[in-house]
């Protein structure tokens, strides 16, 4: 991609006795309350860096950064007058008053000051924890990692965002801190406020990030310098955030490639826009597919560490999984349970690794309402997981009876769908396609319910045909690690994927998120299921689908039924795979029954 530089603005110089301005580091409010109207920096002022780093910010000078040829200019840009006589050009409007005369300069902002006033809107105060070494690998970990990368990469400039903390309903209320994977990957830093950048050519590695100051000490305690976080991942050079826009601006400037991964937050997309001048809705179009193969490769296989990590997470998932058995009683509402087992990943200092799913209306693949009132003859799934301190993540589904016994019914299918799951745990074994796999377990489904009177004629065809997903309209599962879905913020073809196993555009098989040929250290889940859905029933009984294959009078009386779904997290080892996790949790009828009495 070719680039030509455009002057875009200076950095703001506003001084009072010849002494600069100090850039307080918290949440702006609003990009027109630079100052107060006596002149003094606001509450909601801009805070960055800290000590004698923010005079470099504050200090009069011009800037230039790349606009792609292929992006068009996003407003015009016109001189306006200045305190200094100087030329401000660009983007948002930004309304400042000079604390030297008062006058209001009208600023249409320009690229790098805008990056310090996103940095420092991402990256609140009174959220960064202090960062324990123990919620870390070992530095080494992360140089290989790194180092691996580099080789993987052709040249150029791998540029890695942290994330930034996410209000919630307003700015200094924020979700709970979650890092990007990718980034806490390879720079293992589990705060707000960070970019990694690898220089592919030189071999060197930089970390961006602000050190706090005395206010931000007095809110939340003694804090690590970034220097001392960088060097304990291995990163023997920081600067403060704003450097990086310098730091890409002369790369562009020398032609050299920029590699950066898709990025999911939009603050992240509007940071990268600013820092790279693409418009914000064509960043993914222009992320590095060299990168995000890189990437996959080696986040696909997980290392030892990672392995003892989600076993942890797969630990908590089994104590959230076992009190959420023996709590499902009649009467119990469900979001008693759900608030219950939520607490439990909490109690460990981590979270659960996505919203609980936990209905007793279990055809619904993934019910987040947990209003009901749980009825006796009903059965509760449940779909939860774990995500440890440092972020690996678990993920288990069990369906089980309220009151603790399966009617007659209810057991021919849950042992259905018993024996999906473990006959995908007997396939996976690295060379095989876990599509094939995939395939093989609906063929068991569907045996088992031509058994029971609901489908008919030759297996093998019904399951070509597609007719087996009536009752399983998703795929076997998903890789997993660091996200629960690992990688998916990637692009599930290349994760699930690759040139030589492509999916399958079949309905429910297309669901399928993970097909390619496993290999030894890959970690995937297990979750065959069998639902009951009144509304897709009707569908095709009215369209006449499959007719060849469903028995649809039978089905009928089945519409009340619900959903089962049994699912594990299994690692491939080199002869096959295994459970991960301690103990398994409960899942045969009797191990249910037994812990629900």
Not at 243 to 252: F, S, T
Not at 520 to 547: R, S
Request: hydrophobic letters at 35%.
């Amino acid at each position: 991609m070719y680039y030509d530089m455009q002057p875009v603005g200076i950095v703001c110089r506003v001084v009072e006795n010849d002494r600069h301005l100090v850039c307080k580091r918290r949440y702006v409010q609003s990009r027109r309350e630079y100052v107060r109207d006596n002149g003094e920096p606001g509450e909601s002022g801009i805070r960055g860096m800290a000590g004698g780093d923010r005079r470099n910010l504050c200090t009069a000078g011009r800037f230039y950064f790349p606009r792609p040829h292929f992006s068009p200019r996003l407003s015009e840009r016109r001189d306006c007058p200045a305190a200094d006589d100087s030329v401000w050009r660009g983007f948002p409007s930004l309304v400042s008053r000079s604390l030297e005369t008062g006058r209001e300069i009208l600023c249409r902002s320009f690229s790098l000051f805008f990056v310090f006033f996103l940095s420092c809107e991402l990256f609140s105060d009174k959220k960064i924890v202090t960062l324990k070494y123990k919620d870390m690998f070992e530095t080494s970990v992360y140089q290989n990692r790194r180092k691996k990368l580099m080789e993987k990469m052709s040249g150029g400039l791998v540029l890695i965002l942290g994330n930034g903390e996410a209000p919630a309903n307003y700015t200094d209320n924020t979700y709970k801190f979650r890092q990007d994977s990718s980034f806490s990957y390879f720079f293992g830093l589990n705060l707000p406020g960070f970019a990694g950048v690898l220089d592919v050519d030189a071999g060197k590695e930089y970390i961006f990030g602000n050190d706090v100051d005395i206010d931000d000490i007095i809110w939340m305690g003694p804090q690590p310098l970034v220097k001392d976080l960088a060097a304990r991942v291995g990163v023997e050079t920081t600067f403060p955030f704003p450097e990086l826009a310098v730091c890409l601006k002369e790369a562009i400037s020398k032609g050299r490639r920029i590699h950066f991964l898709p990025p999911y937050r939009f603050r992240n997309m509007v940071l990268l826009e600013d820092l790279l001048g693409i418009h914000h809705s064509l960043i993914k179009t222009y992320a590095s597919l060299e990168l995000i193969k890189a990437v996959v490769s080696l986040r696909s296989v997980k290392e030892p560490c990672e392995i003892e990590e989600i076993t942890k997470a797969c630990n908590i998932g089994y104590e959230m999984h076992t009190a959420a058995m023996r709590h499902c009683k009649p009467g119990v509402k469900e979001q008693y349970i759900a608030g219950l087992i939520e607490g439990i990943a909490a109690s460990y200092g981590s979270m659960v690794s996505f919203p609980v799913i936990m209905s007793q209306n279990g055809e619904t693949l993934h019910n987040h309402d947990h209003s009901q009132i749980l009825q006796q003859g009903r059965m509760m799934l449940t779909d939860a997981g774990a995500e440890t301190v440092m972020n690996y993540c678990s993920d288990f589904t069990r369906t089980v009876p309220v009151g603790g016994k399966f009617t007659s019914r209810q057991k021919d299918v849950y042992n259905i769908v018993l024996a999906c799951n473990n006959e995908a745990i007997r396939l996976a074994r690295p060379g095989v396609t876990y599509q094939y796999v995939h395939l093989e377990v609906c063929k068991v489904l569907a045996q088992g319910l031509k058994d029971l009177g609901l489908m008919k004629g030759d297996v093998n065809e019904a399951v070509a045909a597609g007719a087996h997903a009536l009752f399983m309209p998703h795929g076997l599962g998903h890789m997993m690690g660091l996200d629960v879905h690992d990688m998916e913020d990637l692009g599930q073809i290349y994760v699930g994927y690759d040139d030589e196993v492509r999916p399958i555009q079949q309905f429910g098989t297309s669901s399928l998120r993970m097909g390619r040929r496993l290999q030894e250290g890959f970690v995937i889940t297990d979750e065959p299921g069998c639902y009951f859905i009144p509304a897709l029933i009707d569908q095709w009984k009215q369209q006449g689908m499959h007719k060849d294959f469903l028995v649809y009078d039978k089905i009928e009386s089945f519409k009340d039924f619900g959903g089962i779904r049994l699912e594990d997290d299994i690692l491939i080892t080199a002869g096959g795979s295994r459970f991960l996790g301690d103990k398994r949790t409960p899942i045969t009828v009797e191990e249910v029954e037994e812990i629900m009495s």
